[in-house]
Every structure is written in C-alpha cells, then in structure tokens.
C-alpha cells in the first residue's frame, strides 16, 4: 500500500479510469470496481451497497457470497452499512460485532471477518450508497486507506448517478404546491419579517471528478483561492461596522480561513490523488463535514461552518458559477434561506430588502448570529429540511419569537400576520415615545430598568430604548468570537468605549463565563474531554480562578479602562463565599498593583455575585455583608432548581418561571437582601416578560436586566400597576401555597387594564 493518501488514491484511479472508459455494463463495471479496491487495499472484502427505492441493497462484492448481491436489502439506519448512509459518516471498526449498530447477515458468509470500514457515496449531499471493506483480522484500517476509501467514493458516485443504478433525486427539484406549511427551529435574531423565499446559492454539483492533467488543476485552485482572498479583503474593507468592534473581529477570524496553508494543502492532496479542482475542494469538505458531525463543542462547530463558507466560495469561483442571490440582487421583500451562511456573504445582501434568514444549521453563538443582530435582521436556525420544503418565490411569514415559519400561508393567515406586524410596529412607535419617561409604577415605585449587553454596538441600545444602565455586559463575547485570546489592550478599549456610550448610567461587567458549553478551542488543554454536564461543569468563576492569568488581565482591563468612573464588577457561578472573596482579591490585588505604577484608577469599586447556583442561597448571610449588590440569573438557576435542561423540548413546560417554587425561592432571597439592605436585581430572560416582570416586581424587586427589545413593554406595565397592592397579593398567594400563579397574575393585568406583550 502507498505511504500517502494521494498515492493511493492515485494508484486506484488510474485502474478505475480504465473500468470506466469500458463498454462494459453498470454491473459489470462495479465487479471490477470491488476487486481492484480489495487488491488495493489489501482486504478480504470490498462491497458496494446502492439505495435503490429508499432501501440499501447489495450490488457488488468481493469476498462476501455471490448469492447475496441483489438479495441482502437494508433498511436506512439499519445496521452499520445503514447508520453510514444516514449520517452520512465514515466508520472504521477493529471489531465490526461489537458496534451496537452491527447486523449479521447470514447469506453473505461475513461471519469470519472481523475488522470494517464504510464510507458513504455521496451526490447533492445525500448519501445514494456505501463502499465499505472488511478484513479476517481485527484492526483499524490506517488514515491512508480510509482517505483513498473516500477519494474512490467520490468517483464512484460520478460512475453511479451516470448510470442511473442509485436513487437520485433532484435536490434542487421543485417542491410539490401542498398548500401552507408550518415549520419550527431555533430561536436566533427576534424578530417578524414577511417576505419570498430566495435561496442563498444554487448548489455547485461536481459532475467531472477525475483529473485529465493534475498541473492544470492545481493552477485553477491557486487562481480560485488569488481571487477568493481578494473578495474577502473588499468585503471586510467594506464591512459597516467601523475599524473597531466584535463584528470586524468576526470577519478578520473569517478572513483567517482564506490563507490558511493546512486547508490549501489538504486540496493539493486531492488534486494529487488524480481528482479535479471542483472534486478535490468538494472531497475535503465532505469530510469536514463528517468531523462536524462528530464535534460536541458549538464554538468549533462555528468554526467549521465557516470554512464550510469558504468552500462553498471557493467552488463557485473554481467551477465559474458566481452568481448568488445576494450577486444577482434582491428584486422583491425577500427571506433568505440557506443550510448555513457566513457573515461576510450576509453583509452582501442589500438591507432593504432582505427581511429575514432562515437556516437549516445555525447556533446562538455562531459568527453570523452576531452579525444578523447587528444589521437588526431575524433569524430563525435549526429548520429541518427547510430546502426541501418550499421553493424560489413562495411567500414566508416569519415570526421569531413565536418559533415559527409560515410558508405559503393562505390569505387569510397572510392579513392576520400583517395585523400583527401592523400592530407590533404601532406597540413599538408607543414605546419608542415613552423613552424618556421613568420607569415608576402608579404608586410612586421607582424600577430600574437596565439592558443585557454583550457587544460594543449594544451600548448604543441605552439610548435607543431609554434604558437607565447596563445591569449585565457579558465580557466573554469578545473571547468568543476571536480566533485567540484577546489581548488585555484589546479588552480595556472594548470596556472603555461600553463606559464612555454608557455616560453617567452604570454599567455593571461580569466576569467572564466561559468553558463548559462555550469552551474555547485556543484556551483547551491536550487530553481535556468534553464534560457530560457543561452547564453544571468546570466553567465561568470556577475556570477562571484555576486559570487565573485570564482574569488577572481582565481586572486590569477593567480597572484601567474605568478610571475616573465607577467600576461595577460581578462574578458568576458562585457557590460558596470563599470563591467570591478569591476572586475579589485577585481584582484588589491587581488594583493595589496599578496604583503602585500610578496608574489612573477607578474613583471606586462596587462588587456583586451572581446568584445562579442554589447553594448559594443557604449562606446569604455569610455573602451579603461582603458585596455591595447581588444579580439573579434566573436562566441557569431555574434549571438547576428544577433539574430540568431549558433546551430540553420535553421539559420545557417544567421549566415555569412563575411556579410557586421558583417564586418562593426568590422571595427568601430577596427579603434576606433587604435584612442586609444589599440592592437586589434580576438579569435572566424571566425580567424580560412582561407577566413574569410583574412577578419579580411584586416580590420587592426593584432593578431588571433584559434584553433592549423588552424595554418598552415592560416599561409600558410598570407605568400602569400599583406595586404596593401587588406586592400585597403575591405575598397573600404564596403564604396560602396557590399553585395557579400565572392565572392569577393574568387575571390581576386584565381586570386593571394592565397590557402584556
């Protein structure tokens, strides 16, 4: 066997070429095709298993029982030749039988063999069948036979779809008019948009998959990747976000990918192996793609999406097929729907136009995530199929916030959703006038209304919405969306610009929370795995206390960026007293130190903890002499009471913000913070909710956090309930253990006209 995958693959292609050329038939063709594999590659077993009407069927084998070709039939998902096929995955086994997929087929004599490998035959990104090879002795096949394995793959699909053995149905076909349908994701930009379905790009498909001269090919890649680099470097020129900010950080990680030599090589390789430009870029995106699959961590899944990006780029400029619909131009209102997207092709879309982006992937902290919600465009990620389901031109209703997707809804769904709209713009114009009025109930209440941030723009909100301060900045964005460590320079301008747009309105920094589910791939350790329970995991104040060479740099961040001002400092996921007093000496110690380099400095600290872990409720008294203010993560500490996962579809009517456990729990700690006469807020999504923010106001809270589109129905509540009386009921309805709270709240707001949104 040849010491390199492209020597393998080479040495397989130049026999299959001859295979192909023949006028011998399909069948005969695939005969050949297994033996010079198995010769190959030295196996006992080469076999070739087509979907043939949904199902796989055996059709070529070398070292299996002849009788089986055309008999042995499985189901997708139906053993491992079937789980390879629905995933679209590569496996490689040292013991077949030992998989909890394995299914022993006895016509096929395949008893004796014990090691596996399969790989799918990929078209139009569907899996049309399976190569797999088999060998008498357990062992894992090398990395070079596993690449030549997807190398030949890729060919063989060409060989496939030619003749017409597998099925294959168009991906691009028209989907059949079925009347209105009702699709569901995940919740990214909030917001409604009404629009024409318009596809992102037409998919590139690789039609010619074997190289006639290898040096012409590797020339046509260099000039792609000459003029890929170029349209990036305009488009990150051009981006209009100014030279500073997370998103211009975005696109220098994005730009990363177009020079990077490990990528380029992999393609050579492929080129090397005998395949053409467009197959070689296409065979190192298939298996991206399968490592993907294999990735838990989301913020490498990101990364991964974007060389996707690229390399869908790269095809269209590689195969001449340029044209996108944002190159074409938008002719009508449009929603654009792609599998996923980039954030330098979103900022090419003209703006508007484009209402709205629906993604069949997609993540909250994925790169065009951030960049949608600047631009103020909805998203909705994680629409199955969505491709399939409608088609250029067909009329979409989207509302965010609703989680769902209309598409071509009936006339009279059309006028109720634009009534809506109608009405949202008009709530939205009454919000927007109440700006400058305070936040003050009927009674005289004063309530903090403060906005969540996590990005430099988001600063500008403060004005937008008449927010009286930032009550949680989220420090860790910027760590996640850049490709290194930020520099501590870099972090001290982030947090002077947020004060500087901040004014006299406090601000309040958290710490940063990263690790668990928002691992950072520069920041892992050889031999650390994936943890079981992120959320519950080593994470936030815990992470950053062991690495405290990170927060070190953060409190000096913070500290030089605040001088002259106030700084307001919290730390997350405090369990015990002991972990905040560790942290806040870290930051003291760190400002004794910039005073000893007469360094300006804050005119004074103010520290908090975030109260998110249940724990930390038992030692109240032990915590709230030592802080200045305490915050309420009612996100994380709702599922930790409840035991209850809130991405969890099944618990999700479980995870009750206004059930009587919550609420009791929050009522102790907030009459434990008025004993010590420590300030109390909320900054989880409950604040954010109208009917859920009248519940917090009720049990004696008087600052929230939420998101800057919540401003103004909250506001719009406060100003029309009497806090006393309402106080007064919620204490009469816990003390008497009502479990129908939420009733009750809604009956209270409606019989004194109180509005909810």
């Given at each position: 066997?040849?010491?390199?995958?492209?020597a393998?693959?080479?040495?397989?292609?130049v026999?299959l070429?001859?295979?192909?050329?023949?006028?011998n038939?399909?069948?005969?063709?695939l005969?050949?095709?297994?033996?010079?594999?198995g010769?190959?590659?030295?196996?006992?077993?080469?076999?070739?298993?087509?979907?043939?009407?949904?199902?796989?069927?055996?059709?070529?084998?070398?070292?299996?029982?002849?009788?089986?070709?055309?008999?042995?039939?499985?189901?997708?998902?139906?053993g491992?030749?079937?789980?390879?096929a629905?995933?679209?995955?590569?496996?490689?086994?040292?013991e077949?039988?030992?998989?909890?997929?394995?299914?022993?087929?006895?016509?096929?004599?395949?008893?004796r063999f014990?090691s596996?490998?399969?790989?799918p035959i990929?078209?139009?990104?569907?899996?049309i069948?399976?190569l797999?090879?088999?060998?008498?002795?357990?062992?894992?096949?090398?990395?070079?036979?596993?690449?030549?394995?997807?190398?030949?793959?890729?060919?063989?699909?060409?060989?496939?779809?030619?003749?017409?053995?597998?099925?294959?149905?168009?991906?691009?076909?028209r989907?059949a008019?079925?009347?209105?349908?009702m699709?569901?994701?995940?919740?990214?930009?909030?917001?409604?948009?009404?629009?024409?379905?318009?596809?992102?790009q037409?998919?590139?498909?690789?039609?010619?998959t074997?190289?006639?001269?290898?040096?012409?090919?590797?020339?046509?890649v260099?000039?792609?990747?000459?003029?890929?680099r170029?349209?990036?470097?305009?488009?990150?020129?051009?981006?209009?976000?100014?030279?500073?900010?997370?998103?211009?950080?975005?696109?220098?990680?994005?730009?990363?990918?177009?020079?990077?030599?490990?990528?380029?090589?992999?393609?050579?390789?492929a080129i090397?192996?005998?395949?053409?430009?467009e197959?070689?870029?296409?065979?190192?995106?298939?298996?991206?793609?399968?490592?993907?699959r294999?990735?838990?961590?989301?913020?490498?899944?990101d990364?991964?999406?974007?060389?996707?990006?690229m390399?869908?780029?790269?095809?269209?400029?590689?195969?001449?097929?340029?044209?996108?619909?944002?190159?074409?131009?938008?002719?009508?209102?449009?929603?654009l729907i792609?599998?996923n997207?980039?954030?330098?092709?979103?900022?090419?879309?003209d703006?508007?136009?484009?209402?709205?982006?629906?993604?069949?992937?997609?993540s909250?902290?994925a790169?065009?995530?951030?960049v949608?919600?600047?631009?103020?465009?909805?998203?909705?990620?994680?629409?199955?199929d969505?491709?399939?389901q409608?088609?250029?031109g067909d009329?979409?209703?989207?509302?965010?916030a609703e989680?769902?997707?209309?598409?071509?809804?009936?006339?009279d769904?059309?006028?109720?959703?634009?009534?809506?709209?109608?009405?949202?713009?008009?709530?939205?114009?009454?919000?927007?006038?109440?700006?400058?009025?305070?936040?003050?109930?009927?009674?005289?209440?004063?309530?903090?209304?403060?906005?969540?941030?996590?990005?430099?723009?988001d600063?500008?909100a403060?004005?937008l919405?008449?927010?009286?301060?930032?009550?949680?900045?989220?420090?860790?964005?910027?760590?996640l969306v850049?490709?290194?460590?930020?520099?501590?320079?870099?972090?001290?301008?982030?947090?002077?610009?947020?004060?500087d747009a901040?004014?006299?309105?406090?601000?309040?920094?958290?710490t940063?929370?990263?690790?668990?589910?928002?691992?950072?791939?520069?920041?892992q350790?050889?031999?650390?795995?994936?943890?079981d329970?992120?959320?519950m995991?080593w994470r936030a104040?815990?992470?950053?206390?062991?690495?405290?060479?990170?927060?070190?740099?953060?409190?000096?961040?913070?500290?030089?960026?605040?001088?002259?001002?106030v700084?307001n400092?919290?730390?997350?996921?405090v369990?015990?007293?002991?972990e905040?007093?560790?942290?806040?000496?870290?930051?003291?110690?760190?400002?004794?130190?910039?005073?000893?380099q007469?360094?300006k400095?804050?005119?004074?600290v103010k520290?908090?903890a975030?109260?998110?872990?249940p724990?930390?409720?038992?030692v109240?008294?032990?915590?709230l002499?030592r802080?200045?203010?305490?915050?309420i993560?009612?996100?994380?500490?709702?599922?930790?009471?409840?035991?209850?996962?809130?991405?969890?579809?099944?618990?999700?009517?479980r995870?009750?913000?206004?059930?009587?456990?919550?609420l009791?729990?929050?009522?102790?700690v907030?009459?434990?913070?008025?004993t010590?006469?420590v300030p109390?807020?909320v900054?989880?999504?409950?604040?954010?909710r109208?009917?859920e923010?009248?519940?917090?106001?009720?049990?004696g809270?008087?600052?929230l956090?939420?998101?800057?589109?919540s401003?103004?129905?909250?506001?719009?509540?406060?100003?029309?309930?009497?806090?006393?009386?309402?106080?007064?009921?919620m204490?009469?309805?816990?003390?008497?253990?009502?479990?129908?709270?939420?009733?009750?709240?809604t009956?209270?707001?409606?019989?004194?006209?109180?509005?909810?949104?």
């Amino acid at each position: 066997m040849p010491t390199t995958p492209a020597a393998a693959a080479r040495q397989i292609l130049v026999l299959l070429q001859e295979v192909m050329a023949s006028r011998n038939s399909a069948q005969a063709k695939l005969n050949k095709v297994v033996e010079i594999i198995g010769q190959s590659l030295s196996s006992e077993v080469c076999s070739i298993y087509l979907v043939r009407e949904g199902v796989l069927e055996l059709f070529a084998t070398r070292g299996l029982k002849q009788e089986a070709v055309h008999v042995t039939r499985m189901a997708m998902g139906e053993g491992l030749v079937g789980l390879i096929a629905t995933n679209v995955e590569t496996l490689n086994l040292d013991e077949a039988a030992a998989h909890p997929d394995f299914s022993y087929r006895p016509e096929t004599g395949e008893d004796r063999f014990h090691s596996f490998a399969g790989v799918p035959i990929v078209r139009r990104e569907r899996a049309i069948g399976v190569l797999c090879v088999q060998h008498v002795e357990p062992r894992r096949y090398e990395e070079v036979e596993i690449e030549a394995l997807q190398t030949v793959a890729m060919v063989l699909s060409e060989l496939i779809a030619n003749a017409e053995l597998a099925d294959d149905g168009p991906a691009d076909a028209r989907v059949a008019e079925t009347g209105t349908t009702m699709l569901h994701g995940l919740q990214l930009v909030m917001g409604m948009a009404r629009g024409h379905a318009v596809f992102h790009q037409p998919r590139i498909h690789v039609e010619h998959t074997v190289a006639e001269d290898t040096e012409a090919e590797r020339q046509r890649v260099i000039s792609a990747f000459a003029k890929m680099r170029e349209q990036i470097d305009r488009m990150t020129g051009a981006a209009e976000f100014g030279t500073e900010g997370e998103h211009q950080e975005v696109l220098e990680t994005y730009k990363m990918f177009a020079y990077d030599e490990g990528w380029i090589r992999r393609i050579n390789e492929a080129i090397d192996s005998g395949l053409t430009a467009e197959a070689a870029i296409e065979r190192v995106q298939q298996r991206t793609r399968m490592r993907m699959r294999q990735i838990d961590d989301p913020l490498l899944q990101d990364r991964m999406h974007d060389l996707e990006d690229m390399a869908n780029r790269l095809l269209r400029i590689v195969s001449g097929q340029l044209g996108t619909a944002a190159q074409l131009g938008l002719r009508q209102d449009a929603i654009l729907i792609a599998r996923n997207l980039g954030p330098a092709e979103l900022l090419e879309y003209d703006r508007r136009r484009l209402k709205g982006v629906i993604l069949e992937e997609g993540s909250l902290t994925a790169h065009v995530t951030i960049v949608a919600r600047a631009m103020g465009v909805p998203v909705l990620g994680r629409v199955r199929d969505v491709r399939h389901q409608l088609n250029e031109g067909d009329l979409i209703l989207m509302d965010v916030a609703e989680n769902t997707l209309l598409i071509r809804p009936s006339a009279d769904m059309d006028e109720a959703f634009e009534n809506k709209l109608h009405v949202t713009q008009k709530r939205r114009a009454e919000f927007a006038a109440m700006r400058d009025l305070p936040s003050v109930t009927t009674d005289g209440q004063r309530i903090e209304l403060m906005v969540n941030a996590g990005l430099r723009e988001d600063a500008q909100a403060l004005d937008l919405v008449g927010a009286d301060g930032i009550g949680l900045f989220r420090t860790e964005f910027q760590f996640l969306v850049s490709a290194t460590l930020p520099q501590r320079e870099k972090q001290q301008r982030l947090y002077k610009d947020v004060l500087d747009a901040a004014g006299d309105r406090p601000v309040i920094f958290r710490t940063v929370d990263i690790g668990g589910d928002k691992a950072l791939p520069y920041m892992q350790r050889d031999g650390e795995e994936l943890e079981d329970n992120p959320a519950m995991g080593w994470r936030a104040l815990r992470l950053a206390l062991e690495r405290d060479a990170l927060m070190k740099a953060q409190a000096r961040a913070l500290l030089e960026a605040s001088a002259g001002k106030v700084l307001n400092i919290m730390f997350p996921m405090v369990s015990e007293p002991w972990e905040y007093e560790q942290a806040r000496a870290l930051v003291e110690h760190q400002r004794d130190w910039l005073q000893g380099q007469k360094k300006k400095l804050p005119i004074a600290v103010k520290y908090g903890a975030m109260l998110e872990v249940p724990a930390l409720a038992e030692v109240l008294d032990l915590l709230l002499p030592r802080i200045d203010f305490l915050s309420i993560g009612t996100n994380d500490l709702t599922q930790f009471l409840f035991a209850a996962d809130r991405a969890h579809p099944k618990l999700a009517e479980r995870y009750d913000w206004l059930s009587i456990a919550i609420l009791r729990f929050l009522d102790r700690v907030v009459r434990a913070c008025a004993t010590h006469q420590v300030p109390v807020g909320v900054c989880g999504e409950m604040g954010g909710r109208t009917l859920e923010a009248m519940a917090l106001i009720g049990l004696g809270i008087r600052r929230l956090s939420i998101t800057p589109a919540s401003v103004g129905p909250v506001k719009a509540m406060i100003r029309a309930i009497d806090a006393s009386a309402l106080q007064m009921m919620m204490r009469e309805w816990l003390n008497d253990g009502v479990l129908d709270i939420r009733a009750r709240l809604t009956q209270w707001a409606v019989e004194r006209g109180v509005e909810l949104s």
